[in-house]
């Protein structure tokens, strides 16, 4: 199991995070208000990726509890990376 954590992440980061996932890939937050829980982003016909989230302070740790196996870890973490890069 893979762990990322990002620093500095707002809730109102967080939030456009969220909000942008969603559009984007139709990523769903598990509560879909809450600070802790799971995400899930269907991967077409292949499966889907799950993360554990936690947004603790303005620490935002994602783990990585599934994922197709042609999907690299790393593309899901620069993927990650580059949304809250546009949302700061």
Not at 68 to 75: I, L, N, R, T
Not at 76 to 86: A, M, R, Y
Request: contains cysteine; aromatic residues 10%.
């Amino acid at each position: 199991m893979e762990q990322w954590t990002w620093e500095h992440i707002t809730q109102q980061i967080f939030d456009c995070v969220k909000a942008k996932s969603e559009k984007e890939h139709g990523t769903h937050y598990e509560p879909p208000e809450g600070d802790t829980g799971i995400c899930w982003t269907k991967v077409s016909f292949l499966g889907k990726v799950v993360l554990k989230f936690n947004l603790a302070g303005e620490t935002l740790t994602y783990v990585l509890v599934e994922k197709p196996g042609v999907v690299p870890a790393s593309s899901i973490k620069n993927g990650i990376g580059e949304t809250i890069e546009s949302c700061r």
